[in-house]
C-alpha cells in the first residue's frame, strides 16, 4: 500500500532552517510528481512547492519562492523540502502529497514550528 512518511519537522528560529524529509513506499516513486503541502493553524491546507518525477521542480508558492527547495532522490524514494530563512508564518504541518491511480496520498505530516 502507499505509504507516505515525513520527517524533519521542529522547532526552529526566525532566520533558521530545516529540511523536511518525505520517505515514500507502495509505488513506483520516480513516475510520479510529488508536492509538499501545508497547513497552518485555523487555515486551509495550502501548496508549498511541488516536483516531477524527472526531478523538476514544478511550481512554489509565492511564499517559498527565494527560500525553499524542493528536491527528490528516486535512489531513495524520497523528496525533499530545505526550508531556509524561515518566519514565524511559515508555522505549519507540512505534508507530503502524491496522486497515484487518480487517489491523494497524504503523509502524517511533520510540524513546523518558528519562534520569533
Known amino acids: 500500500q502507499v505509504q507516505l512518511v515525513e520527517s524533519g519537522g521542529g522547532l526552529v528560529q526566525a532566520g533558521g532552517s530545516l529540511r523536511l524529509s518525505c520517505a515514500a513506499s507502495g509505488f513506483t516513486f520516480s513516475i510520479h510528481t510529488m508536492r509538499w503541502d501545508r497547513q497552518a493553524p485555523g487555515k486551509e491546507r495550502e501548496l508549498v512547492a511541488g516536483?516531477?518525477?524527472?526531478?523538476?521542480?514544478?511550481n512554489y508558492a509565492d511564499s517559498a519562492k527565494g527560500r525553499f527547495t524542493i528536491s527528490r532522490d528516486n535512489a531513495k524514494n524520497t523528496v525533499y523540502l530545505q526550508m531556509n530563512s524561515l518566519k514565524p508564518d511559515d508555522t505549519a504541518v507540512y505534508y507530503c502529497r502524491a496522486i497515484i491511480a487518480r487517489r491523494l496520498y497524504w503523509g502524517q505530516g511533520t510540524q513546523v514550528t518558528v519562534s520569533s
Open positions: 516536483i516531477s518525477g524527472g526531478g523538476i521542480p514544478t
